[in-house]
């Protein structure tokens, strides 16, 4: 209960800084980084729809292909995700018309207009979830082609709203909107890897009773322990690997300072980690 809570809370936060990017920063300046907000902007350009109606009908459409191609449970953390995103966009243009961009610095509502939506969708694609829009057709392409990272297939999806943007604004709008793809692209992948980011650790010890107790009791993980010698005084001493979350890590170097354990540690940081109580194989 508590669990999904937290998860849907974060499904919300995420939800919420995508609106407030695409609202207030790129719908208003007219960018086109792909996806189905860049499409709006479009769509708002050439005909008398908003660009909020627009993505709420397109949202609603692409959810149907997610069912069918992704999974229920993508697709309902997706729906809901997507119908929030909708609200949140129609609530922000009843409250908040704009007529035109929020300041006269165009390269920093670039900035947010970049970084706030896909800072959301990657914690979205970390939870197994999407915004909706082209979210969905690059998932599909992602677990169809077997692309390792879906930073890749939005890329290729969000290229076409792109080239069709080419053909409505000027040359300005779009070497912004190409710059903030290439941008997008890397920045979502970057953001993913860092969240899931985790750090492998060796720790030589002399005993390594009290490290092993600890990470297994403690901190609820296991560990391979060898024996090895040591090169220069040719003492016994034992070899204990873990892999941890970053937090882990920070509870398990500060036990051994505070206890004065003899050892020596070596942590490095590492994202595909798979296996029990990590990401699925």
Same mark, same amino acid.
């Given at each position: 209960? +508590?669990?999904?809570?937290?998860? $849907?809370?974060?499904?919300?936060?995420?939800?919420?800084?995508?609106?407030?990017?695409?609202?207030?920063?790129?719908?208003?300046?007219? @960018?086109?980084?792909?996806?189905?907000?860049?499409?709006?902007?479009?769509?708002?350009?050439?005909?008398?729809?908003?660009?909020?109606?627009?993505?709420?009908?397109?949202?609603?459409?692409?959810?149907?292909?997610?069912?069918? @191609?992704? !999974?229920?449970?993508?697709?309902?953390?997706?729906?809901?995700?997507?119908?929030?995103?909708?609200?949140?966009?129609?609530? @922000?243009? =009843?409250?908040?018309?704009?007529?035109?961009?929020?300041?006269?610095?165009?390269?920093?509502? @670039?900035?947010?207009?970049?970084?706030?939506?896909?800072?959301?969708?990657?914690?979205?694609?970390?939870?197994?979830?999407?915004? !909706?829009?082209?979210?969905?057709?690059? *998932?599909?392409?992602?677990? $169809?082609?077997?692309?390792?990272?879906?930073? +890749?297939?939005?890329?290729?999806?969000?290229?076409?709203?792109?080239?069709?943007?080419?053909?409505?604004?000027?040359?300005?709008?779009?070497? $912004?909107?190409?710059?903030?793809?290439?941008?997008?692209?890397?920045?979502?992948?970057?953001?993913?890897?860092?969240?899931?980011?985790?750090?492998? +650790? *060796?720790?030589?010890? =002399?005993?390594? =009773?009290?490290?092993?107790?600890?990470?297994?009791?403690?901190?609820?993980?296991?560990?391979?322990?060898?024996?090895?010698?040591?090169?220069?005084? !040719?003492?016994?001493?034992?070899? +204990?690997?873990?892999?941890?979350?970053?937090?882990?890590?920070?509870?398990?170097?500060?036990?051994?300072?505070?206890?004065?354990?003899?050892?020596?540690?070596? *942590?490095?940081?590492?994202?595909?980690?798979?296996?029990?109580?990590?990401?699925?194989?």
């Amino acid at each position: 209960m +508590v669990k999904g809570l937290r998860r $849907y809370g974060l499904l919300t936060l995420a939800v919420f800084v995508i609106a407030v990017g695409d609202y207030f920063f790129l719908f208003p300046n007219q @960018f086109c980084f792909g996806g189905v907000a860049g499409l709006s902007t479009i769509v708002a350009r050439v005909t008398p729809l908003t660009a909020s109606e627009f993505a709420s009908a397109a949202n609603l459409i692409l959810l149907l292909a997610a069912f069918v @191609f992704v !999974g229920r449970e993508f697709a309902m953390t997706t729906a809901f995700a997507s119908v929030l995103l909708s609200a949140l966009l129609m609530v @922000f243009e =009843g409250l908040v018309p704009l007529a035109g961009p929020l300041t006269d610095q165009p390269m920093l509502e @670039f900035i947010l207009a970049v970084s706030l939506p896909s800072a959301g969708s990657a914690l979205l694609f970390h939870l197994g979830a999407s915004s !909706g829009g082209t979210d969905i057709p690059a *998932m599909i392409l992602k677990k $169809y082609a077997h692309l390792q990272n879906i930073g +890749v297939a939005l890329f290729w999806i969000d290229l076409v709203m792109v080239g069709i943007a080419a053909l409505v604004f000027d040359l300005r709008t779009i070497l $912004y909107s190409a710059v903030g793809l290439a941008v997008k692209t890397f920045l979502i992948d970057d953001i993913i890897g860092s969240i899931t980011m985790c750090k492998s +650790v *060796m720790v030589v010890c =002399g005993d390594a =009773g009290p490290v092993c107790d600890y990470i297994t009791r403690a901190l609820g993980r296991s560990a391979t322990v060898s024996s090895a010698k040591g090169a220069y005084t !040719g003492a016994e001493q034992s070899i +204990v690997f873990t892999t941890l979350t970053r937090r882990q890590a920070k509870q398990l170097r500060l036990y051994i300072r505070q206890n004065a354990l003899p050892a020596f540690i070596t *942590m490095s940081s590492t994202v595909d980690v798979f296996g029990r109580g990590f990401a699925s194989v």
